[in-house]
């Protein structure tokens, strides 16, 4: 199984991970036909192994959250239908009204990403009502803890105040009691971001719509919330956040790149944000200046919004990261591959090995998927490690699958691994065909066959 194990164990490398982050109030609109843009699909040079998609102001009527409840919701089933044509997954998703996370990850790296909890904290209407508040997804990867959060604070110039209020709120209930989960600020790293509803203070209207014709940003940065809230606060000066290079993002006349022209003409703002904060290192004396992690490290590749969207008031904003790190889990918690032939015929066996230490369950379970699989969920069969097991060594496992749970076609294939106790994907074979009996002789198909 060594010789056909996807993954080489050999000493951990740097490796580099590129993140592509999305923020979007979508004001209850449906997704629109093209995302290509937003979702940098046209970047040939842009080599991208995970997507995290915030949205805000989803569709969150009773209709609408019963029938996504049932089903996948549109905006979810849109952008799973566009990325795992590219070999995206998704990995995990939490919704809370009309706040919606997504995070997807390419194909190899499902193994090294461990889902540990998701979140949702409520903070409007004396914080019990999920119009307002945040949604967390903390996982591992590549064994460092990871808390990405997509927020919606309280609107209007006259609650910063408050804004500020539910952000430290938000993050005060990310406790993770009865994990074995570290405080959130002890996370390697954490991705926030959102409809944070920061404003431009001081300046009028005009002031304001003049600064950004010409583009004179910097009047504009001096007076937006969020900085200045940043000279104060030691904690959110710990969060960074990329050059506003763009226009204010809020407010537009739908279908339409012009600011607000109805009767309240509302001051455009930088209301759509993304910031990041690294874990912080122990000072060895009150001389030297708190240092990142070592062998882990984000660097801001591109913060941009894109005006070509008219779907809502607010234009998406994207950040791409390249994250580097030293990986401190290197080869997968299983290796499994199909064994001999697989065709339409017999009863298949599947072969997997256990790395030392890891705790299978009877309640893990394999997949067989079709390649360009959308999720976890999009198996075609599975088997109970448990039920279907055949034999058992020391690192070395063994379980079949009913020919009948097999479906005849001759598309692509893959093996999951799933960890009940982990949640998470911990191991994915390389992919295989199912062949049609009538291409083999018999004497060759009956070779080729475990036997049971």
């Not at 209930?173 to 074995?180: L, R």
């Not at 600064?211 to 904690?235: F, G, M, N, V």
């Not at 069969?381 to 699958?401: A, R, T």
């Amino acid at each position: 199984m060594e010789a056909v194990s996807p993954w080489k164990r050999t000493e951990p490398r740097v490796s580099q991970l590129s993140i592509h982050v999305v923020t979007w109030n979508v004001a209850s609109a449906a997704p629109p036909l093209d995302l290509n843009g937003l979702l940098q699909l046209n970047n040939q040079n842009l080599k991208l192994d995970m997507y995290v998609i915030g949205l805000q102001e989803m569709n969150s009527g009773i209709m609408s959250l019963l029938s996504d409840t049932a089903f996948e919701d549109p905006w979810s089933s849109f952008f799973m239908d566009v990325l795992s044509s590219l070999s995206f997954v998704k990995v995990s998703s939490v919704r809370m009204q009309g706040l919606l996370l997504l995070v997807f990850a390419k194909l190899q790296h499902l193994p090294f990403i461990q889902i540990l909890s998701t979140k949702s904290t409520p903070t409007g209407l004396f914080g019990y009502w999920g119009n307002k508040g945040g949604v967390n997804i903390c996982l591992k990867l590549y064994g460092y803890y990871v808390s990405i959060i997509n927020c919606h604070l309280p609107p209007h110039m006259d609650n910063n105040d408050q804004r500020l209020e539910h952000f430290d709120r938000i993050l005060e209930m990310q406790n993770f009691e009865g994990h074995d989960i570290p405080n959130i600020l002890d996370h390697d790293l954490i991705l926030w971001f959102g409809d944070m509803n920061f404003r431009i203070e001081d300046l009028g209207l005009h002031s304001v719509r003049e600064s950004i014709k010409y583009r004179s940003y910097s009047t504009l940065w001096e007076k937006d919330q969020l900085t200045i809230a940043k000279r104060h606060d030691p904690l959110l000066r710990q969060f960074q956040e990329g050059p506003l290079l763009f226009p204010p993002t809020y407010k537009f006349d739908k279908n339409s790149n012009n600011y607000d022209t109805s009767e309240k003409k509302r001051k455009p703002a930088w209301t759509d944000r993304i910031l990041w904060r690294l874990k912080q290192q122990p000072q060895d004396s009150s001389h030297t200046p708190s240092l990142p992690a070592p062998n882990f490290s984000l660097s801001l590749r591109s913060y941009v919004s894109h005006m070509m969207y008219s779907i809502s008031d607010h234009k998406p904003v994207t950040g791409t990261f390249d994250l580097e790190l030293k990986p401190l889990v290197s080869a997968p918690l299983i290796t499994l591959m199909p064994e001999g032939l697989w065709t339409m015929e017999k009863d298949v066996l599947i072969s997997y090995s256990l790395t030392p230490g890891f705790l299978n369950s009877p309640w893990d379970w394999i997949g067989l998927y079709k390649v360009g699989l959308r999720h976890i969920n999009d198996y075609v069969s599975y088997v109970w490690v448990g039920d279907n097991q055949i034999s058992f060594s020391v690192g070395l496992n063994q379980v079949y699958m009913d020919i009948s749970d097999i479906p005849e076609t001759e598309d692509q294939f893959l093996l999951c691994y799933y960890s009940n106790s982990l949640h998470s994907v911990v191991g994915i074979s390389k992919p295989f065909k199912i062949w049609p009996r009538s291409l083999f002789g018999e004497d060759l198909l009956d070779e080729a066959q475990p036997q049971f």
